[in-house]
C-alpha cells in the first residue's frame, strides 16, 4: 500500500558536495591504502586489470556500506553540536 503523505525529515542539511566528496575521500583512500598494503605482493603477478577488479571489489563495497554512512552520521552529529 503506497502512501501519498509528503516525506519529512527532521536531519539536517545534507553536506555540500565538497564535503561529501571530502567524507567519500576519507572513506576509499585509508581502504585502498590498506587493502593494496595487504593484498599487493599476493597479486602481483597478476595483471593490472584484474588487480584493479580484485582491489575495488573489496574496496567499494566497504566504503559504499559501511565507511560512508558511518563518516556521514559522524558528520551529521558534528554539524548537530555546532548548531547549538
Known amino acids: 500500500m503506497s502512501s501519498n503523505a509528503p516525506a519529512t525529515t ?4 545534507a553536506p555540500s558536495i565538497h564535503r561529501r566528496a571530502l567524507i567519500t575521500w576519507l572513506a576509499v583512500y585509508p581502504t585502498i591504502t590498506l587493502v593494496l598494503g595487504l593484498l599487493g605482493p599476493i597479486t602481483a603477478h597478476l595483471p593490472l586489470l584484474l588487480r584493479t577488479l580484485i582491489l575495488t571489489a573489496i574496496v567499494v563495497p566497504i566504503a559504499a556500506y559501511a565507511l560512508v554512512p558511518a563518516l556521514m552520521k559522524a558528520n551529521a ?3 548537530r553540536r555546532r548548531t547549538r
Do not use: D
Open 77 to 79: 552529529a558534528l554539524a
Open 10 to 13: 527532521t536531519s539536517a542539511a
